[in-house]
Each structure stands twice: as C-alpha cells, then as structure tokens.
C-alpha cells in the first residue's frame, strides 16, 4: 500500500505563495507520473499539474506561468510552488501518484485546503 502525505496548505492573502509537498511512502516500486488536482465546493475536480518520471510536466491553463510542478525522485515527493495566488486558486489540493508496468496503481492523498484572501 502506498501512502501520500500532503503538507503546505493554509490561508494566503492574494498574490501571496504557497508551495504543497506531497511524499509518498510505501510499496513504490515504479512511479510514472505523480501530480496535483484540486476541487472547489460543488465543482468536479480537475487538474492543476503533473510531472512524470521523465520530468515531463503537464498545467492547467489557469494556473500556467503561476505554479511549477517539481518533484525529489529520492524523497519520493512531489511538489507544487504556487505563486502569485488568486482567490479562484481556493480549493481543496490532492495529490496522486499514478504507477505500475500496466497503469494500474492510482493512488490519492487526503487533500490539503489552500484558502487564498484578503
């Protein structure tokens, strides 16, 4: 079992930064992608970032020149720095781990509430 401990949430005033963390532990045998998802209060989730093993990244448009998606292959931990913060970037944060030869670990941590206001 594969366990996803976020950190680094809070209240932000606008503009402001934050920078998430997310570590993975447990049985990790193989990572292809880790990444951040977030979801307001009566909206689907959607995604923010990823980064894969290959350091390729993927962004949300809205969040695209604001936050960078970065990740410790030797911590197993993934991070995401979060400038320049709007009160649309209110959500709750989840982290996930996506692995295995055929796709099939799909892991996700608890959430972490990132509140941006003044």
């Known amino acids: 079992q594969v366990q996803l401990v976020e950190s680094g949430g809070g209240l932000v005033q606008p503009g402001g930064s934050l920078r998430l963390s997310c570590a993975a532990s447990?049985?990790?045998?193989?990572?292809?992608?880790m990444g951040w998802y977030r979801q307001a209060p009566g909206k689907q989730r959607e995604l923010v970032a990823t980064i894969t093993s290959g350091l390729r990244t993927n962004y949300a448009d809205s969040v695209k020149g604001r936050f960078t998606i970065s990740r410790d292959n030797a911590k197993n931990t993934v991070y995401l720095q979060m400038n320049s913060l709007k009160p649309e970037d209110t959500d709750v944060y989840y982290c996930r781990l996506r692995g295995g030869s055929r796709g099939e670990y799909d892991y996700w941590g608890q959430g972490t509430q990132v509140t941006v206001s003044s």
């Open positions: 447990g049985s990790i045998l193989s990572i292809n992608a």
